[in-house]
């Protein structure tokens, strides 16, 4: 496995690809989204455990939409190309389960941590609620203390979040061993620092934008289809916010296949 340097423009070329990957097949990587989102939702649930267990699932989740995105990005993919998207991710979730796992137990441990930590700042209320899905006031989630818990934590994730960005690809894609691909992972966002900081960038407005656009029809269609349509109306506009939110959330996972194939080749 070789690492690339690539130029801070990679960064926008990835947002583009991503962009016009996705478009091509947006109900395919909406309802792949909301699958696996469905799936870490579940066991969000479970008694006890349920804000420590949904990040046994992030890597999949990440796994699972990059090789989606390379499926719908590659031209010669038989069609049609949903079916193919979702039967190559399931593909590669069955064939990397356990070190999918693996990376998972990892990313878990480690926010246990953090949120464990965050109890010296805050007295454990952000790891009662993290970890034993405590109920809080909102006196005490606006609190000094719990506000600045949650930004020790938020600060302290970024590094985890950094090293699970490439690590599922290198381990589906070049079999490198899931400790070892963290430390890949992080090696290449920091020697490529520039291509990446422009591909956040770049997100970050597209989103905006997006947002804003989204936010202006629902509330024009709300406004003036209550007229016509009554009750209806205000359903088609929170049906349209969440499909908004939906494809905002799905959009920048699609383009991360083009930032691991262009930062890293196979011997």
Known sequence: MKLHLVPARSGVEWVRLGLRTFWGQPLAFISLFFALMALISIVAQVPFLGGFLPFLFVPVLTLGMMVAASVASNPETPKPVGPAMFRAAIEALRLRWRPMMVLGVISALYFAVVVGLSAIIDGGLVAGAY??????????????????????????????????????????????????????????????????????LCWFGVCMIAAVGFALIATLLVGVGALALGDAASVLGGALMIACALSLAAMPLSSTWFSFRDTFEGD
């Open 131 to 200: 970890l034993l899905n405590n109920n809080l006031t909102p006196e005490v989630m606006a609190g000094k203390r719990f506000q600045l818990a949650q930004l020790f934590v938020m600060c302290l994730n970024l590094p985890l979040s950094l090293a699970m960005w490439h690590a599922p690809g290198l381990v589906h894609w070049h079999g490198v061993e899931p400790v070892k691909s963290l430390f890949f992972s992080l090696v290449a966002l920091f020697r490529n620092f520039s291509a990446y900081a422009m591909f956040l």
